[in-house]
């Protein structure tokens, strides 16, 4: 995906006789301190007392933001016998998860994701949920075999005819479950919008730096391609912090560039209405060099044709359009 930056700094333009001096800018960069080792942070949340005041807590976390909520009301909220004893589970708390204010507690940032993870099960659930028929056609087969089924939070997008295994992706135990026999919808989701922050650079999971690249597929998935596929490539996106590896087909890193967006709009067709796992036949990848790979990305809407040209780390770089008329 093309990513532009704006640097748009304050300009002198005074002449060599002014007596104004030049000042240049101050670059400061993020201080980033260690607040507690990882072994000692997940000790901390070691008891059901303290998973306790993260859940009162949470549950007076609103749109705006966390709450204060004084000692009293903490105690008063929890089953301990004495104020000294929840004193002492409080404080274990506070530094990593917690603030403490001459007028209560606020959770941290990480205090709150510690708390909605645990509040959702996503360390605590597992949901196994029966397979689910699917409208959309397979795209190797073409046959409306397609079932969608979550195992151990893992759902997998598969064709019962040519038993082939479209996507195999986690999903928060919390999505399958209050999502219903909608859950593939939400799956959907959940992942275009994960691949679409990935091509952006932002990682899904911790939003720190990613780069994407070309990459010729793993020998598992090569077996699932049809033999027409066999000089398939992918787009690859990995984070420089977390080290997550997210992989799809090319044509996937593609659909919100704006020049697709506006070829579909035109045609008046929204294609995030179509899953991830088939976004349309009319869509086909030629790899155009190996070193450096580069591949082209065409789709087809009534005779008009729109060719995107992306090169080894998954940037578009040139984009042509042709019609039936020229």
Do not use: K
């Not at 640097?7 to 960069?29: I, K, L, W, Y």
């Not at 479950?177 to 952006?200: C, I, K, T, W, Y």
């Not at 070829?263 to 155009?288: C, K, M, Q, S």
């Amino acid at each position: 995906m093309d990513s532009e930056q704006v640097d748009d700094p304050s300009r002198n333009s005074q002449g060599p006789n002014s007596s104004a001096s030049t000042v240049s800018p101050t670059t400061e960069t993020a201080r980033t301190e260690r607040v507690s080792e990882p072994s000692d942070a997940f000790q901390a949340l070691g008891n059901e007392i303290r998973m306790g005041i993260l859940d009162t807590m949470l549950e007076r976390t609103d749109g705006d933001g966390p709450s204060r909520v004084s000692f009293s009301t903490l105690f008063d909220e929890s089953d301990v016998d004495t104020s000294a004893g929840f004193a002492y589970h409080l404080e274990q708390l506070v530094g990593l998860y917690l603030h403490h204010h001459d007028d209560g507690y606020e959770l941290t940032y990480a205090g709150e994701r510690i708390a909605r993870a645990i509040a959702t099960g996503t360390y605590t659930h597992r949901v196994d949920r029966p397979s689910v028929e699917l409208e959309d056609p397979c795209p190797f087969c073409d046959r409306r075999e397609l079932e969608a089924r979550s195992s151990d939070n893992v759902v997998t997008i598969a064709c019962g005819d040519c038993d082939r295994s479209l996507l195999r992706l986690g999903f928060p135990p919390a999505g399958v479950e209050s999502h219903g026999d909608e859950f593939p919808a939400a799956f959907d989701r959940h992942h275009r919008h994960r691949l679409a922050l990935a091509a952006d650079g932002v990682c899904p999971d911790c939003s720190g730096d990613v780069s994407g690249r070309l990459v010729t597929p793993s020998a598992d998935v090569a077996d699932e391609l049809p033999a027409e596929y066999d000089d398939h490539v992918q787009a690859e996106f990995s984070c420089h912090c977390c080290g997550i590896e997210l992989r799809c087909p090319v044509t996937l890193a593609v659909l919100d560039h704006p020049a697709v967006v506006s070829f579909y709009h035109e045609h008046g067709e929204d294609l995030g209405d179509r899953p991830i796992w088939n976004v349309g036949h009319e869509w086909a990848e030629t790899v155009l060099s190996e070193e450096p790979l580069a591949v082209r990305v065409v789709t087809e809407l009534e005779e008009d044709v729109l060719a995107l040209y992306v090169d080894e780390h998954v940037s578009v770089v040139d984009v042509q359009r042709s019609t039936d008329d020229g």
